[in-house]
């Protein structure tokens, strides 16, 4: 574990960019060999749409990595967060910081994002995508982005995260988030025995089903652990049966398009077309 923190501890922008394009490579070319559903798309197009926002995504991280770098050295340095309540030995610690990383800089938002109407707004460009695949995985407003970047910065000052540990969340979060999106298809039994663990493949294109009940559950990224604990766990058998995009913005030319892809927040807001979500949100006053 000494060598993990070293080696996060001194990592270089570039290394980060290469884990990032890696994973991109590597689950690309997956998609090719084991997919789980043939989608008629034009794939480079719809990577390059995809990837500008996988851009703004890092633009906004950089503009807040030094107030996460200054709350991590603070906090790592006077032993202020959970995970200085009691000693540990460095796997323990390791994992808790993970898996407390993950619960508020991913978890939580993502779910907050699912209940509060102008936040759900933004989040849209996420879910609104026809074709869910690895590119997929960074698809987010630049405004969602900001949300993301600020639930980061109040994770590691929760937590008093070492900036080695902060680092090594940030690749992994990426990579499996990369992984979750890819259009791959694994065993089923090693795809459920997956999500004991950690979010598969399967279990999160259940999230991306075009309408509810299904499009609020599975808001996890790494740990599968938040959704069992919080009831929002869901394992669909056939993932080739669902249906992605969402039911607001059916059409190509909105959700396909970065024009109306970055204007989308701003306009009017599109309830789903029916279930529960519609009428909690129509009768909570925001």
Do not use: C
């Not at 994992?95 to 993950?102: F, H, S």
């Not at 609020?216 to 049966?241: A, C, K, L, M, P």
């Amino acid at each position: 574990m000494e060598k993990l923190a070293y080696f996060f501890e001194h990592i270089k922008p570039l290394a980060r960019t290469l884990i990032l394009a890696g994973g991109l490579l590597l689950f690309w070319v997956l998609e090719g060999v084991i997919p789980l559903v043939r989608m008629r798309y034009h794939k480079v197009r719809h990577a390059g749409l995809n990837i500008f926002f996988t851009i703004t995504t890092i633009i906004v991280n950089f503009a807040f990595a030094a107030l996460i770098v200054k709350a991590s050295t603070y906090g790592s340095g006077h032993k202020m967060g959970l995970l200085y309540l009691f000693p540990m030995p460095m796997w323990l610690f390791t994992l808790a910081g993970l898996m407390l990383l993950d619960l508020v800089s991913s978890w939580f938002i993502h779910w907050l994002e699912h209940q509060i109407k102008w936040m759900w707004k933004f989040h849209l460009i996420h879910h609104a995508d026809m074709w869910v695949d690895v590119t997929t995985a960074n698809r987010h407003h630049p405004g969602e982005s900001l949300f993301r970047a600020v639930f980061t910065l109040i994770a590691v000052v929760i937590t008093g995260a070492p900036l080695w540990l902060v680092f090594f969340y940030q690749s992994l979060s990426v990579l499996l988030s990369q992984f979750n999106h890819a259009n791959i298809s694994l065993p089923k039994w090693l795809d459920r025995a997956i999500s004991w663990i950690i979010v598969s493949p399967d279990m999160h294109k259940v999230h991306h089903h075009y309408t509810q009940p299904l499009t609020d559950t599975n808001y996890g990224n790494i740990f599968s652990v938040w959704d069992r604990v919080f009831g929002t766990f869901v394992y669909v058998e056939d993932t080739r049966t669902l249906h992605y995009g969402i039911d607001t913005y059916p059409e190509e030319k909105e959700n396909n398009k970065m024009g109306p892809l970055l204007k989308m927040p701003f306009g009017e807001y599109r309830p789903p077309v029916g279930g529960k979500f519609r009428e909690k949100m129509e009768t909570k006053s925001l």
